[in-house]
């Protein structure tokens, strides 16, 4: 991972825009630091200062020019930080213990900020200093002032202290940013490529998980999730593709054999019209194969013809079962019902009569004479259970998942007609309906139970197992 | 020519291939707005031997021209065309105020589906692939309705009369009891009396259901039907045309 992927990551900006805002906290806490400690004690110096002008003042209105010269002298001598300076005309000086005006302006309110030379421990040093301007009538000038150096030097390591904090607030913010989002960074990496791998083919793979149930974690389950989908979708896409082929392959295969057969020899109108008839009768048979095939990817795809509305399921069911009575009657089958009335269901009424239509066609199919086919619609709890039940053969208690694949047909059914699919768009249609399909005993027979939940179909909602 | 067959009770089955052995609707004009040339022309060629004249355009802009200059019977539509999509083809038909019955061809299934073709106005809506005898059989039931007369509450075929208000079916005079669904099977038979009607018409119209049940559970009510009302008389009158489907009618 390049430092330059690495600015380029959205969770690193993020990083860097909390530093800066962090940044500028930092700065605004640190000037309010510096203004109470550094600027206090100036405005104290100027306070100081003020205070001493004004008493200088004062003693000058009182006792003259002798006087405040006496107490500038004396106070020249005891203070060690205050400066002064009296002038007289031609700004010769009169007392104090500055030894030469500064040089430095002043402004407006007669302030100066100056450099002086004083005398420390016998060497000359170069000193900061601060000092106000007082006129006295028209040729005298009182100076009073302070050495400000130390204050200057505590500012100069505050400023540097401060100055460091900066740099160690960036410092340590630039290196938790870059940590933290490489650490974000490499989880977000390996989805990535297990995205990729699953794109290149490898179904199986899944994102690892920390089980910390945080935002990425929960991300990678629901992506996991979403991957069990697409392999159960593709494992039953290849399913189908592997399937089809023979099923369809060996209709194809006979109508060419026949066509070509056929024409091999002069044969006369009546032999071609009947190859010609019973191509007819392949084609259509194909075609209905065909057609169930899209009805049930159509509804495994979860885009069913029309939308969902709510109908009467019960009232459907007594169509279905009407419209088979005959059928049932023929082979001497008894079609019982016990139809509980006005159960509804929100859902794709075509879809779902077409899928009980399969299951009592199978049951009827495989009822021997005189046996009976059952049907119950019941309201059970919130939602409604339909159930065919038959006292044929039933089915094997391993074979049961299996019956539900497509083209899937028990060895013990191979000779009677069917394509293989009517159980498949059972299953798929139960699925798009939210509902549950169990094919169980009947003893003896078989008995396949839908369920519908409450909300059939309202929403498919989609949660990590 | 006709094919016995030993199902059902004295069923006579009729070959498809000799329309004169069935009167098919008195010749149509029919307009067939398709982009595949194949199949068009396959479709016209069927037409034409089954007694219609039919005229073919290849994409949406010539169906219009053709379909608002001629003077047709029966539109046939594809939903997707080149230049003019199908549905907007019928729909300006339509808002021009032609009233030619108009049957809608599309590879596209869905309710859904069926439901926008016959919203933007056509009268029928016909799946790929289709069996030709179900796209004529659909063809000449919309030209029948193309001139409703009153809906007629009394039906007669020969000897056979049906009151749709009393419920009541006699033939020769005797009452037959059926069951309401046996009732509505046969009403939609004798309205079409004469015409070919195909087991999926009879399943949309009968029994609404837009889908083909495993087993071919209409031939057993056909049967049913059949044991009502022919065993018990000398002439047959709900036959079987192979192939296609079937035909109340009263004798060859």
Redesign the interface.
């Known amino acids: 991972m390049t430092l330059f992927r690495l600015l380029r990551t959205t969770t690193f900006r993020l990083a860097l825009l909390y530093l800066a805002l962090f940044l500028v906290s930092v700065l605004v806490l640190l000037s309010f630091v510096y203004w109470t400690t550094a600027g206090v004690a100036t405005r104290q110096t100027d306070e100081t200062i003020q205070a001493e002008v004004t008493g200088l003042a004062e003693q000058y209105r009182l006792r003259g020019l002798g006087g405040l010269s006496d107490i500038v002298t004396e106070r020249s001598r005891n203070q060690r930080y205050s400066l002064y300076l009296l002038t007289g005309p031609g700004g010769f000086a009169l007392a104090g213990n500055l030894t030469a005006w500064p040089e430095a302006k002043e402004d407006v309110l007669g302030w100066l900020d100056f450099e002086y030379r004083r005398q420390v421990g016998g060497e000359a040093e170069t000193h900061h200093a601060r000092a106000r301007h007082l006129t006295l009538g028209s040729d005298f000038n009182l100076l009073v002032g302070r050495d400000i150096e130390e204050r200057q030097r505590i500012e100069q390591a505050l400023r540097v202290s401060l100055a460091w904090a900066v740099a160690l607030t960036l410092g340590l913010g630039l290196l938790g940013g870059i940590l933290f989002s490489r650490n974000v960074l490499a989880r977000i990496e390996t989805i990535t490529r297990t995205a990729r791998d699953i794109m290149a083919g490898d179904l199986h793979r899944r994102v690892p998980r920390n089980g910390s149930d945080d935002e990425i974690d929960r991300l990678a389950a629901s992506l996991n999730y979403m991957f069990d989908e697409i392999e159960r979708l593709v494992t039953s896409m290849r399913e189908v593709t592997d399937n089809i082929a023979p099923d369809l392959r060996s209709p194809l295969n006979r109508m060419r054999n026949r066509l070509e057969v056929t024409l091999m020899r002069d044969a006369d109108v009546a032999e071609y ?1 009947a190859a010609l ?1 019973e191509t ?1 009768a392949d084609v ?1 048979a194909l ?2 194969t ?2 169930a095939l ?2 049930i990817a ?1 509804a495994e795809a979860g885009r ?4 969902a509305l709510p109908f009467d399921l019960s009232a459907a069911v007594v ?1 279905m079962v ?3 009575e ?2 049932a009657e ?1 082979k001497s089958i008894a079609l019982s019902r016990d139809i509980a009335a006005g159960v509804t269901l929100t859902g794709h009424r ?1 879809l779902i ?2 899928a009980f ?2 299951l009592i ?2 049951a ?2 495989y009822t021997p004479a005189n046996g009976t086919v059952s049907v119950v619609v019941r309201r059970v709890g919130i939602g409604c259970e339909l159930i065919v039940a038959d006292t044929g053969p039933g089915i094997p208690e391993a074979d049961r998942e299996r019956v539900l694949d497509r083209f899937v047909r028990l060895e013990a059914s191979r000779n009677s007609p ?2 293989g699919l ?1 159980l498949s768009l059972v299953r798929a249609v139960a699925r798009l309906h939210c509902a549950e399909l169990a094919l169980g005993d009947n003893l003896p027979g078989l008995r396949v139970t839908l369920r519908f939940p409450a909300d059939a179909l309202v929403h498919r909602t989609i949660s990590p197992p | 020519m006709s094919v016995f067959d030993g199902a059902g009770f004295f069923a006579p089955v009729i070959g498809l ?1 000799k329309p004169a052995g069935v009167v098919y609707s008195s010749l149509m004009r029919i307009l067939v707005i398709e982009d595949d040339r194949q199949a068009s022309a396959y479709m016209v060629k069927g037409l034409a031997e089954s007694g219609h004249t039919a005229d073919n355009a290849a994409d949406g802009e010539e169906g219009y021209e053709m379909a608002s200059h001629g003077d047709y019977d029966v539109l046939v539509v594809d939903r997707m065309l080149p230049k003019l999509d199908g549905l907007k083809l019928v729909g300006q038909l339509r808002a021009e105020g032609l009233r030619t019955p108009i049957l809608f061809l599309s590879a596209l ?5 069926r ?1 926008k073709g016959l919203r933007a106005g056509g009268d029928d809506y016909l799946v790929k ?1 289709y ?1 030709f005898s179900e796209l004529l059989a659909r063809i000449e039931a919309l030209a029948r309705r193309r001139n409703p007369a009153e809906v007629e509450s009394k039906l007669k075929v020969a000897d056979l009369e049906l009151d749709c208000l009393t419920r009541r079916v006699i033939r020769s005079g005797r009452d037959i009891a059926l069951q309401p ?1 046996e009732f509505r099977l046969l009403e939609y038979l004798m309205r079409n009396a004469g015409h070919v009607v195909t087991r999926t018409m009879l399943l949309e119209h009968v ?1 609404d ?7 071919n ?1 209409i031939d ?2 056909i049967s ?1 039907l059949r044991a009502k009302i022919d065993r018990d008389f000398e002439t047959p009158l709900l036959h079987t045309v192979r ?1 296609a489907g079937y035909c109340l009618r009263d004798s060859f």
């Open positions: 019209r008839d007819v259509a075609l209905d065909f057609n899209l009805a159509r069913p013809e029309g939308a169509d009407e419209l088979y005959p059928v023929e075509q009569s077409q239509g399969n066609d199978n009827i199919k069917g394509s009517g | 291939s299934g869905d309710v859904d589906d439901v692939p069996a669904r029994w259901y837009h889908f083909d049940p495993q087993t559970v057993v009510h049913r192939g």
